[in-house]
């Protein structure tokens, strides 16, 4: 079993940045493909970018490609989102989350992902 906490969300203005955290702990971290997925009221839960389990390969829902930037450093336990150019619908809770293969990872598809953290709240203001 893995656990997963973010950290980093807050209240940002538009245009601003901000990283999110995600830190496992598990012996088996290395192995699984990661991804960040977000929330926002009253919507279901989105894909946002994923990442393999030996960072060689990436995805990026189409919304944040040119904006969001995932990445992982195994030696740490953690995964990473970075966010630049923060607009108002990004604002959302943004979960951890990972899975068991590429394929699973790289679906954009919550149900396919095993484990998740609690996740972070990101609000970007006007």
């Known amino acids: 079993q893995v656990q997963l906490v973010e950290s980093g969300g807050g209240l940002v203005q538009a245009g601003g940045s901000l990283r999110l955290s995600c830190a496992a702990s598990?012996?088996?971290?290395?192995?699984?493909?990661m991804g960040w997925f977000r929330q926002a009221p009253g919507k279901e839960r989105e894909f946002v970018a994923a990442i393999t389990y030996s960072g060689d390969a990436t995805s990026r829902a189409d919304s944040v490609k040119d904006r969001f930037t995932i990445s992982r450093d195994n030696a740490k336990n953690t995964v990473y989102l970075q966010m630049n150019s923060l607009k108002p619908e990004d604002t959302a809770v943004y979960y951890c989350?990972?899975?068991?293969?590429?394929?699973?990872?790289?679906?954009?598809?919550?149900?396919?992902?095993?484990?998740w953290g609690q996740g972070t709240q990101v609000t970007v203001s006007s």
């Open positions: 598990g012996r088996t971290f290395s192995s699984y493909p």
């Open positions: 989350a990972a899975a068991r293969t590429i394929t699973q990872a790289m679906s954009g598809l919550p149900q396919e992902y095993d484990y």
